[in-house]
Each structure stands twice: as C-alpha cells, then as structure tokens.
Nanobody, 115 residues
Framework: VQLVESGGGLVQSGGSLTLSCLTSGFTFSSHHIKWYRQPPGKGREFVAYINAGGTVTNYADSIQGRFTISRDNAKNTAYLRMNSLKPEDTGDYYC?????????WGQGTQVTVSS
C-alpha cells in the first residue's frame, strides 16, 4: 500500500492550491480517503473525508466551505482543492486510508501560506 501526496507549495493568503494523493497497492475504489494536516509545532488534525464511492464527504469546521475533497477512482487518486487559503492553513498535509485494519499514510506535502 502506497500513498504519495503532491501539489504543496508556497502561496499568498487568499490563494488556492490543489493537492493530489496518488495511491497504489490496494483497491482504491473500495476504500475511503482522509486528508489530515500538521501545523508547525502542533499535532496532526483531521481536514476532510470522502467515502469509497465519492458520494459522501465530511470536513473539519475550520476549512468548511473553503476546501473540497474529491477522487477519481479510475486514476486511483484523491484530491484536496484548497481555496481562500489563510496563514493558519500552513502545515504538512497527509492523505490516509485504512486497509485490513491498518492505517496507511503518505509522506506528506508542505503547504505554506504567507500573509
């Protein structure tokens, strides 16, 4: 099982980024995906969830209305579209899935939002 995040970078406040999570080693279309982030000096926190079929999503209150999670099961890839970015969105972003009761994480992609 492998998850590889990409798409992070430096962006000004109010800007947008789209993160990607390319997966392999499991049946992507049968697994839910979550995005988490870890701000500098803080613990990892939940950001967004999407179910296997892409029909159910859930978001943390702090990003509700600004971020959109999606997936393309044909490409084994999940996305996180981030709009209206704020400096407090700065952190390392990780995608996550559970396969046979084991949690798997990518290596993370860094997002920095300047004010």
């Amino acid at each position: 099982v492998q998850l590889v995040e990409s798409g992070g970078g430096l962006v000004q406040s109010g800007g947008s980024l789209t993160l990607s999570c390319l997966t392999s080693g499991f049946t992507f279309s049968s697994h839910h995906i979550k995005w988490y982030r870890q701000p500098p000096g803080k613990g990892r926190e939940f950001v967004a969830y999407i179910n296997a079929g892409g029909t159910v999503t859930n978001y943390a209150d702090s990003i509700q209305g600004r971020f959109t999670i999606s997936r393309d099961n044909a490409k084994n890839t999940a996305y996180l579209r981030m709009n209206s970015l704020k400096p407090e969105d700065t952190g390392d972003y990780y995608c996550n899935t559970v396969h046979w009761s084991t949690q798997y994480w990518g290596q993370g992609t860094q997002v920095t939002v300047s004010s």
